[in-house]
């Protein structure tokens, strides 16, 4: 069964413009992780944040974790078009990590 | 460092032929996984190896065999594939727990007839 949902299933923006995803999970969590899957490549792994950490931010990105409302956020600012992939949160459950369906981001120059 | 390789990139099987997915690393993980991915069902996990020697169910293990004999390599056998088990496979490993960040390969094609 998935744990983490992202949302938008997919996404189409301007280079330049910010993107928001964001993912809710069910049960509670001690991480929550980001990866992102260029077409036809493996996923890569982008940024961890912990249960007691709200936001946490690497070059572009931020990331925002409500674990009240269970969910997370990861925002890409300024855009560009080799940031064109799919985005997945991954939850962590008993002993492995558990996928979400992924965003699709689409960024046109 | 290679990371995570997989080997074959392609393969293209007939209902009922058997084959043999290869994961190595060379990053000296414990942990390594192996996932399927279909269109509009994101990543599921089939098995995992907490470490060499051992083998453990995921998700969706049923038609799989998987064996790790060496730490670097971890298998992933189909005995008697079927259409179902079309999909791309991507191996994964980890340093520590299974709910570390996840290192993945570049992913196997595979279709079956």
């Known amino acids: 069964s998935q744990q983490g949902e992202e949302d938008p299933q997919a996404l189409s923006i301007q280079e330049g413009e910010n993107a928001t995803m964001n993912c809710s999970y069910k049960?509670?969590?001690?991480?929550l992780q980001w990866y992102r899957q260029n077409s036809g490549r493996g996923l890569v792994h982008l940024i961890l944040?912990?249960?007691?950490?709200r936001e946490k931010h690497s070059g572009r990105l931020r990331v925002t974790l409500d674990t009240s409302k269970k969910s997370s956020s990861l925002l890409i600012t300024a855009s560009r078009a080799a940031d064109t992939a799919s985005y997945f949160c991954?939850?962590?459950?008993?002993?492995?990590?558990?996928f979400g369906k992924g965003t699709m981001l689409l960024v046109s120059p | 460092n290679a990371g995570v390789t997989q080997t074959p990139k392609f393969r293209v099987l007939k209902t009922g032929q058997s084959m043999t997915l290869l994961c190595a690393q060379d990053m000296n993980h414990e942990y390594m996984y192996w996932y399927r991915q279909d269109p509009g069902m994101g990543l599921r996990l089939i098995h995992y190896s907490v470490g060499e020697g051992t083998t453990a169910k995921g998700e969706v293990p049923d038609g799989y065999n998987v064996s790790r004999l060496k730490k670097q390599n971890f298998l992933l056998g189909l005995e008697s594939a079927a259409p179902s088990q079309t999909s791309v496979y991507f191996c994964?490993?980890?340093?520590?727990?299974?709910?570390?960040?996840?290192?993945f390969g570049p992913g196997t094609r595979l279709t079956v007839l």
């Open positions: 994964a490993s980890s340093l520590l727990e299974g709910t570390d960040t996840q290192y």
């Open positions: 944040i912990r249960s007691n950490e």
């Open positions: 991954a939850t962590d459950g008993y002993s492995t990590l558990t």
């Open positions: 049960t509670s969590i001690n991480n």
